[in-house]
């Protein structure tokens, strides 16, 4: 596996943990902060993909 396949492994995990949690989420129960936490991974995440996407792209 190369350093990229394992990176995308890596992110593909966390956008299934990430799932997990939306799906697991009461909307009574739920906090801004929760949110704002969960919109920050999906930025790292995304910033992640593309940071890959242009290796990739410069090989």
């Given at each position: 596996m190369t350093d990229?396949?394992?990176k995308l492994?890596?992110?593909?995990q966390q956008m299934e943990a990430l799932a997990k949690k939306l799906d697991e989420l009461n909307p009574e129960e739920t906090k801004v902060e929760d949110i704002d936490n969960m919109?920050?991974?999906l930025e790292d995440v995304e910033a992640k993909c593309e940071y890959i996407r242009l290796a990739e792209n410069n090989r």
């Open positions: 990229n396949e394992t492994t890596a992110l593909y919109i920050a991974l």
